[in-house]
């Protein structure tokens, strides 16, 4: 049997389990797209841009302690020749504290979803000790071994990735329909970078996890693991 086949298998051999890391690193990648995106869609960038192309803009700090423009001022400004149209609007910037909120919310998901992933190969190469000695005294090498651990973590991956694209996208996309008609000057923006750079790292722990489980499961020889486990 392939190496391929067996990981395969061996990745759904606890359906329960296999299904509450799916769904675990499912909500902590969705979450992931949801906040960016909306985040970024919903800044206050976006509805001053709204108003179209300005010849000049005046930006102030909602922050410091000085009085906000002054009246006065607005009525000098549009006393200059050329000027047509005068918009005054507030928005504050930098939108620090949803930013930080937000995203910490995801990120803190997402973790969960990633120590589960890690405690359930943590437990799975444990329990199959016996089996991996087996599998070794029988002439596969640790090589392929690790080879194989590291294609059920990448199925891991596969999966829920595959989930967010789909699913995850169709979450999205509704929620900024509902929030474009509520928000008028709602972008649509899909995080691609961002959400490829957490969902690469996510894959280089669903990688490297699994081998590190292995490796401090083997110091022994395999007949004394044989032997142990016997026992166990």
Do not use: H
């Amino acid at each position: 049997m392939k190496l391929s086949r067996m990981a395969w298998n061996n990745v759904f051999r606890n359906v329960k389990s296999t299904a509450l890391v799916f769904a675990s690193l499912f909500c902590g990648l969705s979450l992931f797209l949801l906040v960016t995106g909306l985040l970024y869609g919903l800044r206050p960038e976006n509805y001053v841009s709204g108003w179209g192309v300005s010849d000049f803009a005046l930006t102030y700090s909602i922050y410091e302690n000085e009085d906000l423009i002054s009246s006065e001022m607005v009525s000098e400004i549009s006393q200059i020749d050329g000027i047509e149209n005068l918009r005054l609007t507030y928005a504050p910037y930098p939108q620090v504290t949803a930013d930080v909120l937000g995203t910490g919310l995801s990120v803190i998901l997402l973790l969960a979803g990633v120590m589960n992933f890690i405690n359930t190969m943590v437990v799975n190469v444990s329990t199959r000790r016996y089996e991996l000695a087996i599998l070794e005294s029988v002439g596969m090498t640790k090589r392929q071994i690790k080879r194989m651990l590291s294609m059920e973590g990448c199925y891991y991956w596969g999966v829920s990735f595959s989930l967010v694209v789909t699913i995850g996208t169709a979450i999205y996309i509704m929620l900024y329909v509902i929030f474009s008609k509520v928000i008028s000057y709602a972008v649509f923006s899909y995080p691609f970078i961002p959400l490829a750079l957490v969902s690469g790292l996510v894959l280089l722990i669903c990688l490297i996890v699994p081998i590190w489980a292995y490796k401090a499961d083997i110091k022994l020889p395999v007949v004394e693991r044989l032997r142990i486990s016997e026992k166990g």
